[in-house]
């Protein structure tokens, strides 16, 4: 049987370059002989094992260091790094099913400019609880903008086309987000008047420009009605020739 293979052979056995194959020789993870004929190093039935291990190991995601202490650790050693490694694993997957939770409301936004630009101005409810006044000095309005920029928001009044800076919160326990409970621009009391939903486009650079204007026309001249309030809840940023934040919003219907 044969017992000693070339670095070309157990490339192609293992499926690992032979650049790899001379990095962990360099390192010491594996042991070469050299063939006394032609002093080609070669690979034994031995080395053949290590590199068994060292794919497994390397499979479990543990670095080249880690490896040489494990090759020279007791069992209870093993078992250790084991458990750290898996410890480790357990914060990562963690961490990547947010940033995919991230991603998917990030999806349910551009759904919902897919939504305002093919079925414009519906009469649609405000989808938040309270808008509170956004303080640009709390952490925690800020947290709640990079946990979901849905909760960014633009509240106008009638008499100003100049935004002031909201918070939406959804939920009770987002309530807390506010020191004083009486503090806020507005609250789903006043949920029982109507609203027009529709897709507001505003300079990222200057967020006194915008397109309200041209959706209370439309309030104005086909509905014969008069806008009231705004809320303008955040969606997303693009470039369309320029940078603008892309928000839904209700207007108020009097």
């Known amino acids: 049987m044969k017992d000693h293979f070339s670095i070309q052979e157990i490339s192609k056995i293992f499926g690992v370059p032979k650049s790899t194959l001379r990095y962990w020789d360099q390192e010491g993870l594996i042991h070469l002989e050299r063939n006394e004929e032609n002093h080609y190093r070669e690979f034994n039935i031995t080395t053949m094992y290590d590199i068994i291990d060292i794919m497994t190991y390397r499979a479990l995601s543990m670095s080249i260091e880690d490896i040489k202490k494990v090759e020279t650790g007791s069992p209870d050693f093993l078992r250790l790094t084991l458990a750290e490694k898996e410890k480790e694993l357990d914060n990562q997957i963690a961490q990547l099913i947010k940033t995919k939770e991230k ?135 693009a470039y369309e020739a320029k940078r603008y934040d892309y928000y839904k919003a209700f207007i108020e219907l009097i």
């Open 103 to 237: 991603i998917q409301r990030k999806q349910e936004h551009f759904k919902e400019y897919d939504l305002l630009l093919t079925h414009p101005y519906q009469i649609q409810k405000p989808d938040a609880k309270r808008l509170l006044p956004f303080h640009f000095q709390d952490k925690s309005h800020w947290d709640a903008c990079m946990s979901d920029s849905y909760h960014f928001s633009l509240y106008f009044t009638p008499a100003s086309l100049s935004p002031l800076y909201g918070l939406s919160v959804m939920k009770e326990e987002e309530e807390g987000l506010c020191e004083n409970q009486d503090d806020f621009l507005w609250d789903s009391s006043s949920a029982d008047k109507e609203y027009l939903q529709c897709l507001l486009k505003v300079s990222y650079d200057d967020h006194s420009i915008h397109d309200l204007s041209m959706h209370h026309d439309y309030i104005r001249n086909h509905l014969k009605r008069t806008p009231g309030i705004t809320i303008a809840r955040h969606l997303f940023t």
